[in-house]
């Protein structure tokens, strides 16, 4: 158990469905991640939010969308979806520093258990 | 061009045995983090090395930063099959981009399987 929390685990959904992955951190972090996990792929960084406000966007297709409403909830909204966003998707927190430590203080990150997702 | 390579990629060695398992860059980094990932479950940290030369121990694990903070290891003693799993590496980019949190760059991973 490393306090965060994803629902649901596993996900099947068509490519013309909305659907939502849900993130929630018990840790009192400040700064929520998405990442997706392929096969065969390193893990990729989707989106950072510090201090509830999105910091990172990294080139993701527009039919992902997150949500952070408070730094303790993580939202990613799917809708209209391709069988190759089929993938593992993560949730990660961490106590940001901010910037009076910048990149002296190692970014180390919590993860979830993750979502399962397939995209008929 | 990956930022962090990491070798073997796959490795089955039998209980008992001693392992090394590497973490490579061109790249320079502030600090580099090992995680073992379990089938349907997320990453979790087991270290974070910071200074050039570092070594840190885990019980079995020997962790060691590289001295040009480029590259670490992870070297297991008398391997376990409880040490099965997915060990990644992982490092904040190189590139400063003006503070606040910072997403991880990950390897692909060194996926080990211990056989009793």
């Known amino acids: 158990e490393t306090g965060v929390t994803q629902t649901p685990r596993h996900l099947v959904m068509g490519m013309t469905n909305k659907k939502s992955l849900k993130c929630e951190q018990h840790?009192?972090?400040?700064?929520m991640y998405w990442y997706k996990q392929s096969a065969k792929k390193p893990l990729e960084l989707m989106f950072v939010?510090?201090?509830?406000?999105?910091?990172e966007n990294n080139s993701v297709p527009s039919r992902f969308s997150p949500e952070c409403p408070n730094s303790s909830h993580l939202f990613l909204h799917l809708h209209t979806l391709q069988p190759e966003d089929s993938a593992l998707y993560l949730c990660?927190?961490?106590?940001?520093?901010?910037?009076?430590?910048?990149?002296?203080?190692?970014?180390?990150?919590?993860f979830g258990p993750g979502t399962r997702l397939t995209v008929l | 061009t990956q930022l962090l390579e990491q070798s073997p990629q796959f490795l089955s060695i039998q209980e008992g045995e001693n392992l090394t398992v590497y973490c490579n860059s061109s790249?320079?980094?502030?600090?580099l983090q090992w995680y073992r990932q379990e089938p349907g479950e997320g990453p979790v940290l087991l270290v974070t090395?910071?200074?050039?030369?570092e070594v840190k121990k885990l019980k079995r694990l020997t962790f060691q930063f590289g001295d040009a903070r480029k590259d670490s290891s992870l070297h297991i003693t008398a391997a376990q099959p409880g040490d099965t799993g997915l060990y990644l590496c992982?490092?904040?980019?190189?590139?400063?981009?003006?503070?606040?949190?910072?997403?991880?760059?990950f390897g692909k991973g060194t996926h080990l399987i211990i056989q009793p």
């Open positions: 990660a927190s961490s106590q940001d520093g901010g910037f009076t430590s910048g990149r002296i203080k190692p970014d180390e990150q919590f």
């Open positions: 840790l009192g972090h400040n700064a």
């Open positions: 939010y510090s201090l509830e406000e999105r910091v």
């Open positions: 790249s320079v980094f502030s600090s």
């Open positions: 090395v910071v200074t050039g030369g």
């Open positions: 992982a490092a904040n980019p190189p590139m400063y981009s003006g503070g606040g949190a910072d997403g991880l760059t």
